[in-house]
């Protein structure tokens, strides 16, 4: 096999864990477009969205815990889990305050348009770290 060959196949190795998260990322982001833009006179439009966001949920809800548990060695495994939901913790209360200030000053449609633009770049983010070669990935983590 070609080097050449080669990291293609290394770009490639992507594990379904990497695919649920982006997945369930880009579904994320579509039903928030979905909740801003939908007319809020009919409440029956909602609920397809929010179907759809309970396969986000299931797709995501576990992958993190799975990918820490992955990557991280055997001896601090349980700090790394805890490291993992203490920043998800923070980060959650950071969006969701900003999301609500947005959302009291200029309404729910560019409260959520903002979020699902978000997800979108945490998505190319996300995609530019599956199509760096696996290799590359393990050698700067240690």
């Given at each position: 096999?070609?080097?050449?060959?080669?990291?293609t196949?290394?770009?490639?190795s992507?594990?379904?864990?990497?695919?649920?998260?982006a997945?369930?990322?880009?579904?994320?982001?579509?039903?928030?477009?979905?909740?801003?833009?939908?007319?809020g006179?009919?409440?029956?439009?909602?609920?397809?969205?929010?179907?759809?966001?309970?396969?986000?949920?299931?797709?995501?809800?576990?992958v993190?815990?799975?990918?820490?548990?992955?990557n991280?060695?055997?001896?601090?495994?349980?700090?790394?889990?805890?490291?993992?939901?203490?920043l998800?913790?923070?980060?959650?209360?950071?969006?969701s305050?900003?999301?609500?200030?947005?959302?009291?000053?200029?309404?729910?449609?560019?409260?959520?348009?903002?979020?699902?633009?978000?997800?979108?770049i945490a998505l190319?983010?996300?995609?530019t770290?599956l199509?760096?070669?696996?290799?590359k990935?393990?050698?700067?983590?240690?």
């Amino acid at each position: 096999m070609s080097v050449e060959n080669a990291t293609t196949a290394q770009r490639r190795s992507i594990t379904p864990r990497h695919w649920d998260r982006a997945i369930g990322g880009a579904i994320y982001g579509i039903v928030y477009l979905a909740f801003a833009w939908l007319p809020g006179s009919q409440s029956w439009y909602m609920w397809p969205p929010m179907a759809t966001y309970g396969v986000y949920i299931a797709l995501t809800d576990g992958v993190g815990k799975a990918l820490i548990a992955d990557n991280s060695p055997r001896h601090v495994r349980g700090a790394a889990m805890g490291v993992f939901y203490a920043l998800t913790g923070l980060t959650t209360l950071i969006a969701s305050l900003m999301t609500g200030i947005i959302w009291d000053r200029y309404g729910a449609t560019p409260a959520l348009t903002i979020s699902s633009f978000l997800d979108a770049i945490a998505l190319v983010s996300l995609s530019t770290h599956l199509t760096e070669p696996r290799e590359k990935r393990q050698n700067s983590h240690g």
